[in-house]
C-alpha cells in the first residue's frame, strides 16, 4: 500500500520504520519525476534533498521548528510532506508556487529564493525564540554548499557564532553545484571534506566497531564522535575551519542514509548550540536522464518526457540568452579587452559559448554578485572591459557597488540583464521588473532595452565601446522576435517604428513592447487617431528625439515591462517638464507590488498591459471630441485631440 497519500504532515513520519521511510523515499522521487516531468520545474534540487528532508521532518517539529530553504527551489519534498501533494499546476496561478509560500503553509518561512540569506534569516528568528522566551524551540536552515559562495552566509556565521546559547541547526546540503558545480575556495574545501579518505575510513571501522557492542556501543560511539573529530581535524584538516568559528560541526554524513541523518540530527537537535550538519548529496538522485545531464543535472526543466527526460516542448524561435550568447563571443573576437563575468549562472546567461572559445576570458565568482561588480569596477581600471551577465532580479543585490565601485569611478563595465521584465511561473523574488526604476538612479548611467535580436547585437557593440561609464542591456525571458524593422533611424539613434499623418499620439515603446507599440497604433488608426511609434533604444538617458517628438503630439504613452513608480516613463515626464513642455504623459507599466506566479501574458492582463485595454483606454480618454478633419488625398483622418493631463 502506497505511503505518500497518507502524509498529511511531519508528524505522520513518527510511526513509519526504517524500511517504510526508505520506501517513501522512493515514492516520493516517483512522484517528482512523474508530476514535475508534466509542469516544469526544478526536478534535480528536489530528487537530491529526499532522504535528507524526510530525516529533518522526522527529528524537529515543524513548524514550531521553522525551516529556512536556501534556496527554496529545493522545497517540493518539504511541501509534500507537509500536506500539499496536488502538483498537478505546480508554478501556474493557482496551483503552488515553486518556492516557499506563506500563504500556502504555515510551515512556510522565508519565501525570497536569492542564495545566501538564510543563515542571516535564522540568526534573527534564533535570536527572537530565545528573547520572546521560546528558547526551547529549534530553527533549522538548510542551505545548499553552493550558496556558501555568497558574503551574507559568512557574515551571519560570523554573527552566530557571537551568541552560542541558542538551538540553530544549520544543514549544508552539499551536492558540488550550484546551477552547475561550484568553484572557488571553499568548494575545494569541501571537496577535500567528501573525499577525505582518512576520515571516512576511520569513520566507518569505528562505527563498526562501537555497533557489534549493541545500543551501550551506539552511545560510546556518539560519546566519543565529537573527539574523533578533533583527532581527524589534525590531520584532515575537515572541521578546522568551523571551529575557528567556534561553531560545532556534525558529519559528513551521507545524506541519503536515513538513519545515519536520524542519528546526526537528533544529535545536533541536543547539543543545545549553535551546529553545522554537513550532509553529501547527490543532485538527480536516483533518475538517470539527471545523472547524465553533466551540464546542471536537470536544475531546472520544462515539461518533459519521464522515461527518457527529454523535452516535449521545443521552442521554434531563438532564445533571447542564445542571441546574446552569440554576440558576445562576435564581440570578444573583435575586441580582446572584453571579458566575461558571472554570478555562478555561466550557463543560464549565456556565457558558455564564450567560455568553450575564450576560457582564459571568464570570471565565474559563484553567488557573490556584490563581489562581481566590484571586481568588474578594478578590471576596468586595468584596462579591460567586463561584461557581467546576471539576471535581473538578482542585480538588486549589487546596487551600491553599480554606485560607488562603478559608476563613481566612471569605470568602463557592462551590465547583461536577461530575465528582465515579468519571467511568470518562478513568482515574486524571479520577476526583473525593479532593474529600470532602481538603475536609472545611478548618475551617468546608460540602459539599452532591445526590441529584438539585431538591436540586441548592436547595442552590446555600442555598450562595449563605452569606457567611461556603466552600461546595462536588459532583454526579457523566451524568445526574441522577429526582426521589427524601422521605419527611419533618427540621428540619436531612436528608431521609428509606426507613423501616422495626424501627430495625435506618440508612443515610446521600450524594449519587448515595441511589438504592442505598433499593434496599439495600428488599432488606434483604425479609429481615426494618429499614432507615432518610437523606440529609443538606449532608454536612459532620455534621447533627444523623444523630447522633440513629444512637444509636437498631444498625448504620450510610455510602455515599460518594468514597475510604473520610478520607471522610464516617470523620467521622460520629469525631462519634459524640464524642457517646458506639457505634453501629458501616461506611464503604463507594472504596479509597485509583489506579483505573484502565472503566466506573463496572464500578469500582463492583470495590469492592464494588453493592445486592446490601452487602445481602449486612449479612445474613452478622447471621449466624443473625436470630429473628423479635412484630410488630403491619401492622408488618413486625424482627430483634434484635447490636451491630456500626467496621472
Known amino acids: 500500500m502506497p505511503i505518500l497519500p497518507n502524509i498529511t504532515g511531519p508528524r505522520d513520519l513518527d510511526g513509519l520504520s526504517p524500511e517504510q521511510l526508505a520506501e517513501l523515499a522512493a515514492e516520493i522521487r516517483a512522484f517528482l519525476v512523474e508530476n514535475v516531468a508534466r509542469t516544469g520545474g526544478h526536478l534535480g534540487p528536489n530528487l537530491g534533498v529526499v532522504e535528507l528532508t524526510i530525516a529533518l521532518h522526522r527529528v524537529f517539529s515543524s513548524p514550531d521548528d521553522p525551516f529556512i530553504f536556501d534556496t527554496g ?10 500536506g500539499r501533494q496536488d502538483f498537478s499546476q505546480l508554478r501556474s496561478r493557482g496551483g503552488l508556487a515553486g518556492y516557499p509560500q506563506r500563504s500556502e503553509s504555515p510551515h512556510d518561512v522565508v519565501e525570497s529564493s536569492h542564495a545566501s540569506s538564510s543563515l542571516s534569516w535564522a540568526d534573527g528568528v534564533s535570536r527572537a525564540l530565545t528573547a520572546t522566551g521560546r528558547a526551547d524551540r529549534h530553527v533549522v536552515a538548510v542551505v545548499g554548499d553552493g550558496a556558501l559562495t555568497g558574503g551574507m552566509t559568512w557574515e551571519a556565521l560570523n554573527n552566530i557564532s557571537d551568541d552560542n546559547e541558542r538551538n540553530l541547526v544549520i544543514v549544508v546540503n552539499d551536492n558540488g553545484r550550484s546551477y552547475a558545480p561550484t568553484i572557488g575556495g571553499m568548494s575545494r574545501y569541501l571537496n577535500r571534506v567528501r573525499t577525505a579518505s582518512a576520515y571516512r575510513d576511520l569513520h566507518r571501522r569505528s562505527d563498526r566497531l562501537f555497533r557489534a557492542f549493541g545500543p551501550f556501543g551506539r552511545a560510546m560511539f556518539r560519546g566519543v564522535r565529537g573527539g574523533t573529530h578533533g583527532f581527524l581535524s589534525r590531520f584532515t584538516n575537515n572541521v578546522a575551519l568551523y571551529s575557528n568559528l567556534d561553531i560545532k560541526y556534525l558529519g559528513p554524513v551521507d545524506g541519503h542514509d536515513i538513519p545515519a541523518l536520524l542519528e546526526t540530527l537528533s544529535l545536533a537537535k541536543d547539543y543545545g548550540a549553535p551546529v ?4 553529501i548529496t547527490e543532485k538527480g538522485r536516483g533518475y538517470q536522464p539527471a545523472l547524465d545531464d553533466v551540464a546542471d543535472q536537470f536544475h531546472a526543466v520544462g515539461r518533459i518526457d519521464p522515461k527518457t527526460g527529454g523535452a516535449l516542448s521545443s521552442s521554434s524561435g531563438t532564445a533571447w540568452t542564445s542571441v546574446f550568447a552569440d554576440a558576445l563571443v562576435d564581440v570578444g573576437a573583435r575586441n580582446q579587452n572584453v571579458i566575461a563575468m558571472t554570478a555562478a549562472m555561466l550557463r543560464p546567461t549565456g556565457l558558455a559559448p564564450f567560455a568553450e572559445r575564450f576560457p582564459e576570458r571568464v570570471y565565474d565568482v559563484g553567488i557573490a554578485e556584490q563581489h562581481a561588480v566590484a571586481s568588474a569596477a578594478g578590471l576596468a581600471f586595468g584596462g579591460l572591459h567586463p561584461v557581467v551577465a546576471i539576471y535581473a532580479t538578482f542585480m538588486n543585490r ?6 560607488m565601485d562603478v559608476a563613481l569611478h566612471k569605470a568602463g563595465v557592462t ?3 536577461d530575465r528582465a521584465g515579468v519571467t511568470g511561473p518562478d513568482g515574486p523574488s524571479h520577476h526583473g521588473v525593479w532593474d529600470l526604476a ?3 538612479l545611478v548618475p551617468g548611467i546608460r540602459i539599452a532595452a532591445p526590441r529584438d535580436g539585431e538591436r540586441l547585437r548592436e547595442l552590446l557593440d555600442e555598450a562595449v565601446a563605452v ?4 552600461t546595462v542591456i536588459r532583454y526579457p525571458k523566451g524568445d526574441a522576435p522577429d526582426e521589427i524593422a524601422a521605419v527611419q533611424r533618427l540621428a540619436d539613434g531612436t528608431d521609428v517604428l509606426a507613423r501616422a499623418a495626424a501627430e495625435d499620439v506618440l508612443i515610446v515603446a521600450i524594449g519587448a513592447f515595441a511589438t504592442m507599440g505598433v499593434q496599439i497604433a495600428e488599432m488606434l488608426e483604425a479609429q481615426g487617431i494618429g499614432a507615432t511609434v518610437i523606440d529609443p533604444r538606449w532608454v536612459v538617458p532620455v534621447q533627444p528625439a523623444v523630447i522633440e517628438l513629444a512637444s509636437r503630439h498631444r498625448l504620450v504613452i510610455t510602455l515599460e515591462d518594468g514597475i510604473r513608480v520610478g520607471g522610464i516613463g516617470t523620467r521622460v515626464r520629469q525631462v519634459l517638464r524640464e524642457a517646458g513642455i506639457d505634453t501629458g504623459v501616461d506611464e ?7 506579483l505573484d506566479h502565472a503566466t506573463r501574458d496572464e500578469i500582463l492582463a492583470d495590469a492592464g498591459l494588453t493592445a486592446e485595454k490601452i ?18 488625398p491619401g492622408q488618413t483622418g486625424a482627430i483634434d485631440l484635447p490636451l491630456h493631463q500626467s496621472r
Open 73 to 82: 527551489h529545493q522545497s517540493y519534498v518539504h511541501k509534500l510532506l507537509t
Open 276 to 279: 553545522i550538519v554537513h550532509a
Open 398 to 403: 549589487a546596487f551600491d557597488q553599480v554606485l
Open 415 to 417: 551590465f547583461v540583464l
Open 438 to 440: 532602481m538603475l536609472q
Open 467 to 470: 569606457d567611461d561609464a556603466p
Open 588 to 594: 503604463l507599466g507594472l504596479p509597485g507590488e509583489f
Open 615 to 632: 487602445t481602449a483606454d486612449v479612445i474613452a480618454q478622447v471621449g466624443g471630441t473625436r470630429i473628423p478633419v479635412a484630410k488630403a
